[in-house]
């Protein structure tokens, strides 16, 4: 269940960054930049809790938690750079 939602976190992430890469003149208004803040800070906090209880567990490798917490990071700041961008614009 740790794996499947740690997978559906980073789908989320990768989608986001590939969207904001390829479509740099896109921008999201509104619920749907909240939705992805909120989305965000959860896989953070998801990923944080997961490797902070990886190192009571032996054989567990926390790699997927790591690139998610990294991702969701990266992601976070790229839309608040975002949409301080469109803010400071218009």
Avoid: C
Avoid at 54 to 62: C, E, L, N, S, T
Avoid at 67 to 86: E, G, Q, Y
């Amino acid at each position: 269940m740790k794996r499947v939602l740690l997978i559906i976190l980073g789908a989320i992430d990768i989608l986001y960054m590939l969207t904001i890469i390829f479509r740099y003149d896109f921008t999201f208004e509104g619920w749907i930049s909240l939705l992805f803040g909120v989305t965000f800070t959860a896989g953070i906090v998801v990923s944080a809790l997961f490797i902070f209880q990886a190192q009571y567990k032996k054989g567990f490798h926390p790699i997927l938690s790591i690139f998610v917490l990294a991702m969701s990071a990266a992601s976070l700041a790229w839309l608040a750079f975002f949409n301080f961008l469109a803010d400071f614009i218009t």
